[in-house]
């Protein structure tokens, strides 16, 4: 796995859902899963940046996070 991914502590459940919510999602983010997305990104990445909206100004922010996310459950079975 890429050295950019901080070492993450999953339980095999928190897996399941985490694998579930992002195969669910296609063009839009759910409104009751912008939170978790977005502290799942931090979780991964690192990054501490406050969650932006989720207006269109925004969009490449939210595009970031979710890549960087499917990018790391990609990445686990490496």
């Given amino acids: 796995m890429s ?3 901080r070492k993450m502590e999953y339980s095999k459940e928190e897996l399941k859902e985490l694998i579930s919510v992002m195969s669910s ?3 839009r983010i759910p409104q ?3 939170s978790y997305i977005w502290n799942n990104y931090k979780k991964i990445s690192g990054d501490k ?7 269109k100004s925004s969009s490449g922010l939210w595009g970031n996070a979710i890549q960087t996310i ?8 490496e």
């Fill in 70 to 77: 499917r990018t790391y459950l990609g990445g686990l079975d």
């Fill in 49 to 55: 940046a406050p969650q932006p909206c989720t207006c």
């Fill in 25 to 27: 999602i296609t063009d």
């Fill in 32 to 34: 009751d899963k912008v």
């Fill in 3 to 5: 050295n950019y991914f």
